[in-house]
């Protein structure tokens, strides 16, 4: 504040604080905040709204309890309301996203940070930053026609013979999972490289000169080092991927439902913005808690995080 | 438990530059050996060549009579220490320690037991349960060296390990460094480009430059009979003068310079060679009246009072600069500037050597 202050003088220092309280206050606190506010109040008539009907309640996130099906969790089959049941889906399935996405990028991180010679680092940067410059639509898009029944996946395993008979990919929540993981990975990739860039390599040779196999290099020096790349990789990915509402809406199916669709349904299509809002809300307060709880079990600050 | 070290013919090129050329030496079985030299003239590479994480391009390093090549560095019996230590910061001291055993799989009781163990041996008590950031520099240097013993290695290998350290404490870890190896038996391998680090530890030393080696002698020979202009240059201080060798005989010659002609020692590997005279300044005496032999009047220039010696520039009748340093004995007076005086030399100090025994070749 000093420094910012000395640096560029008052006018400057002002107009940055000025533009940051805006874009905090106005553009994120106060929009979410009316939403925070109105997720308590009933879904009236514009004539109501004021009227004695408008009390605060939470009734409307009461709502996700509404109806039953059958639900097997880790082998229990378990009776749990069709809201209930998508919202539990989405949430395991982001973890899964995130976990599929580490598998991916921890290897190829390491080969960016500590393998490949710098010189050729910028072509393949490129190389994993053009993919990035189609529109998450068009990439979507692109995946569902490589899953289509007579798309190009089934069309090169039939020709090689792997399978005899088209394989229906589109169905249940797999192609979600593809599209996200695809989506998001570079979420994962990048800080991942940025931690395990910064492990001295002499930490490597080390551990190497004292015995130890590459895995046990691994899992006692690398992992521990890139810990934090992990956790903020993970948390960007696994947030992205259960608000995401584009990828499950190409490429999900009849059995495959993502909560963020059921809020959109709400709100756009019922036009209850008060409910959409509830759970709207209740999404965001569980992911946190997963968050929170899976740094908790890993011992990882929110500080680390920040770095 | 230490094994010899031979280096036969060993050479290293990256690319088109010759890291390595030809390094022959045999180190024995608990030896304090130092590479010294300057900066990029391949004794890291030659460290690393024997702790195996870079493969000579030509010639064969053999450990313990065994030929090593091919062998990944986990495989071999040597324990190098990093010139930045690379202690894992997120591991306790002692787990530092203890990691060549964990690999090993040796059980926790008996690895924390060595751990603590190791941890007395290089005078660090009540640290095993520290984190790396909690100690000192030299504390750092210690568990460094206890985590490289840890995997009882026949040889150390010592990267540049106290140039991190403060004068006084790298002074005071030369003792230890040197202690722990006499304590342990392992044959050290120490590289260096501080002469007075290599001098003051070494059982022996071998001086390199561009890839090559120049001597490989105990420190007194070093310092006092250097085969080359570089050795004498690297390892002190010299007054150098260029002339023509008269006659030789026995060991010496007279040598004629533009400030007159000197009697100076003539090694056998000078022969032949274009020669210049070196003179160590603290040999240089500084008096009032000219000596029997290698004296030369002078005129003083510049007395820089430095403490333990009096370093004295002068200049010649037709302006070659010389240099001397007296031992300041607490008594006698400090000469003046402008003053007229005579140095001179004996001749078993001063030596004719070439540039360097290898130009050319």
């Known amino acids: 504040m000093q420094d910012l202050y000395r640096r560029y003088g008052k006018g400057l220092t002002w107009a940055f604080i000025g533009l940051t309280f805006f874009w905090l206050a106005v553009l994120v606190i106060l929009p979410d905040f009316t939403l925070f506010e109105s997720s308590f109040r009933p879904y009236l008539p514009i004539s109501e709204v004021g009227g004695p009907k408008d009390t605060y309640s939470i009734n409307n996130y009461l709502r996700i309890f509404g109806g039953e099906v059958a639900m097997n969790i880790f082998g229990l089959d378990v009776m749990i309301s069709p809201r209930v049941k998508v919202f539990l889906y989405t949430i395991w399935y982001s973890g899964m996203v995130t976990f599929v996405t580490f598998l991916i990028a921890y290897p190829l991180s390491y080969y960016l940070a500590k393998v490949v010679s710098p010189k050729s680092l910028p072509t393949l940067f490129l190389l994993l930053f053009v993919p990035l410059w189609v529109s998450e639509v068009l990439r979507s898009f692109a995946w569902w026609i490589i899953l289509a029944f007579k798309g190009p996946l089934n069309g090169v395993l039939m020709a090689l013979g792997v399978i005899e008979k088209e394989i229906r990919w589109i169905d249940g929540y797999s192609p979600v999972i593809v599209g996200l993981v695809y989506t998001y990975v570079l979420f994962m990739l990048f800080p991942l490289y940025n931690a395990m860039q910064s492990l001295d390599s002499n930490q490597i040779e080390a551990a190497d000169d004292l015995g130890a196999p590459w895995w046990r290099i691994h899992w006692r020096v690398i992992l521990p080092h890139a810990k934090p790349g992990i956790a903020s990789g993970a948390v960007m990915v696994f947030m992205l991927s259960a608000g995401s509402l584009l990828v499950p809406a190409v490429l999900g199916s009849t059995t495959s439902g993502w909560f963020t669709q059921t809020i959109q349904g709400i709100m756009l299509e019922e036009q209850d913005w008060n409910s959409g809002a509830a759970f709207a809300f209740m999404l965001l307060i569980v992911c946190t808690l997963v968050v929170s709880l899976a740094m908790w079990i890993f011992r990882v600050k929110l500080s680390d995080i920040a770095k | ?361």
Request: hydrophobic share 40%; charged share 20%.
């Open chain 2, 1 to 361: 438990m230490s094994a010899s070290i031979e280096l036969d013919n060993v050479c290293c090129d990256f690319g088109n530059f010759r890291a390595v050329d030809h390094v022959n030496v045999t180190i024995q079985p608990g030896e304090f050996f130092s590479f010294l030299g300057p900066s990029g003239c391949g004794k890291t590479t030659i460290l690393r060549m024997i702790s195996g994480f870079t493969e000579p391009t030509g010639g064969v390093i053999r450990i313990g009579g065994k030929d090593v090549s091919g062998l990944r560095p986990n495989q071999r019996p040597t324990a190098l220490i990093f010139q930045n230590l690379a202690l894992f910061p997120l591991m306790t001291i002692w787990e530092n320690i203890a990691f060549g055993l964990e690999v090993r799989g040796v059980d926790k009781v008996t690895r924390r037991k060595r751990a603590e163990e190791l941890l007395a041996l290089v005078d660090l008590h009540d640290s095993a349960d520290k984190m790396v950031s909690q100690l000192s520099g030299g504390q750092k240097q210690r568990v460094a060296i206890a985590r490289a013993l840890a995997v009882e290695p026949a040889v150390m290998l010592l990267d540049e390990p106290l140039s991190a350290l403060d004068l006084k404490l790298r002074q005071h870890m030369r003792a230890e460094l040197r202690a722990i190896q006499k304590r342990t038996g392992v044959t050290f391998i120490y590289i260096t480009h501080d002469q007075g680090e290599a001098l003051a530890m070494s059982d022996r030393v071998g001086v390199m430059s561009q890839g090559r080696l120049q001597q490989v002698a105990g420190p007194r020979d070093i310092y006092n009979n250097p085969v080359n202009g570089f050795v004498a240059s690297f390892v002190g201080e010299n007054n150098i003068l260029k002339g023509d060798v008269q006659n030789a005989s026995e060991g010496r010659a007279s040598f004629s310079t533009a400030i007159g002609t000197f009697t100076a020692k003539l090694p056998d590997s000078s022969a032949g060679k274009d020669l210049k005279l070196y003179i160590r300044p603290e040999h240089v005496i500084l008096s009032a009246k000219p000596g029997a032999e290698n004296s030369v009047p002078v005129t003083l220039t510049e007395v820089a009072f430095e403490g333990n010696f009096i370093s004295v520039h002068a200049v010649t009748e037709n302006g070659t600069d010389l240099v001397a340093e007296l031992r300041n004995d607490g008594a006698g007076s400090v000469p003046t500037p402008g003053t007229q005086m005579h140095m001179t030399f004996d001749a078993a100090n001063s030596s004719l050597l070439p540039d360097s025994t290898t130009a050319g070749a």
